[in-house]
């Protein structure tokens, strides 16, 4: 028993633990979060139509967790649009779309007040943000390089899959 506790002690006081456990609540809230808004869509393209509005709320909450959120938002959402759009048509889809965009517009207004020291943190990070728009991109890109490939190849993958999901229609 001594053992234990002297370990939880330890590991309570680490500088390194504490750090860690700073850095990565946010990828925890964000993961929590996309697993909602991904059932949410699920449920919600499977006829509950309220689920759209859970989206919405889950969606921004992953957005306001981690900025990078709002990915995760834009591809649910599109591919919630285009599939309710499949199944029902026009008017299926403008639900998800209603849901997506305020979802994304709730977190723009969000961010505008924290937007100063959200460039500071960028910057910290060696990302000037509104510096020159070829800089954002390189870094947009270059971020995914410890993927397969890098974000370069899973953007060509995507543009492929849009491609063929077009040309089927």
Not at 16 to 35: D, K, W
Request: charged share 10%; proline share 2%; net charge positive.
């Amino acid at each position: 028993p001594v053992a234990g506790v002297v370990a939880a002690w330890w590991i309570a006081l680490h500088p390194s633990h504490i750090n860690y456990s700073r850095t990565a609540r946010g990828y925890s809230m964000l993961a929590l979060f996309g697993g909602l808004s991904c059932w949410a869509v699920l449920l919600a393209l499977h006829g509950r139509r309220r689920m759209w509005a859970a989206f919405s709320v889950a969606g921004f909450l992953a957005t306001w967790t981690l900025p990078s959120g709002a990915l995760l938002l834009l591809a649910l959402g599109g591919w919630g649009s285009i599939t309710a759009w499949r199944r029902q048509g026009m008017l299926g889809a403008r639900a998800a779309v209603i849901a997506t965009t305020a979802a994304a517009a709730a977190s723009g207004l969000a961010y505008v007040s924290v937007f100063d020291e959200l460039v500071k943190a960028s910057e910290r990070w060696g990302v000037r943000v509104w510096a020159a728009s070829d800089d954002s991109l390189w870094a947009l890109f270059s971020g995914g390089s410890l993927l397969v490939g890098g974000s370069v190849f899973l953007a060509s993958l995507t543009l492929l899959g849009w491609v063929r999901l077009l040309q089927r229609r």
